[in-house]
Each structure stands twice: as C-alpha cells, then as structure tokens.
C-alpha cells in the first residue's frame, strides 16, 4: 500500500468533479447494456480517460480551478433538490407557503386550524388554514 501513497504524492486525486465523472461513467456503462452503441461506448472511454488524467494531474492549481467552476454551477442545484428532499420528508408535519406580497417562502404546522400567519421578510399578514 505504500507503493500508491508514493506514487499519488504529489498529485491532484479525486474531487467533486470526479466523482461526478464516475457517477457519469457508471450510468453510461448501464445504458450501454441495454443500448449497444458506439458513441455510447466512446463517450464511456472519453469520460475514463478524462477522470483517470485529473486523478494523476500534478498541475494541482488547474484542477482546483475546475472543480471550483463545477461547484459553482452545481451547487444551486443541489440546493434546489436539497430543499424539495426536506419539504418532502417534512410534509405530513409542515404546511409550506408563499407569501403573496413578497413571494417569501415559510412554513407553518400542520393541523392548527385556521392561524394566523406574519411573513418573516415583509411582516405581511395572513390567514390560513393547516
């Protein structure tokens, strides 16, 4: 085992983005069961090639910069789902609302009744049933 540390001292390893890569290449592989296709199959070779060269990369400063690009433009999506997954879970407990003035997103709890409720943005009031 001390031969692999030797020998990715020094070098990038795996990142978000490459991690992204094998959930790509794992889905291309499963897809390539059912769909026999050359392109599939180029593409699946293209995304190996591209993870394995980031993981050997000794120009450390350029993969940073590339998994902080991918960062930046999966993150908002990530939260999206992120707050889709909470409201999910949360739905038998929470009613969710949008406020008419402000369009402000808030939560109140179920089985209340009709109550009450203040807009934490613009403390504009309203009255619904949970």
Not at 73 to 94: C, D, E, H, V
Request: charged share 20%.
């Amino acid at each position: 085992m001390n031969w692999l540390r030797r020998f990715m001292m020094g070098r990038y390893g795996v990142d978000q983005l490459s991690l992204a890569f094998i959930i790509a290449f794992i889905i291309l592989n499963i897809l390539s069961l059912f769909i026999p296709s050359v392109f599939l199959y180029v593409l699946y070779l293209a995304l190996f090639a591209v993870f394995m060269f980031r993981i050997l990369s000794k120009n450390i400063a350029a993969r940073q910069k590339e998994n902080y690009r991918f960062l930046r433009m999966w993150n908002p999506i990530q939260a999206k789902f992120s707050g889709w997954k909470t409201k999910l879970k949360n739905r038998k407990q929470y009613r969710y609302l949008v406020c008419p003035q402000c369009k402000g997103k808030m939560k109140v709890p179920r089985g209340k009744g009709k109550i009450r409720v203040t807009c934490p943005n613009c403390s504009h009031k309203i009255v619904v049933k949970t």
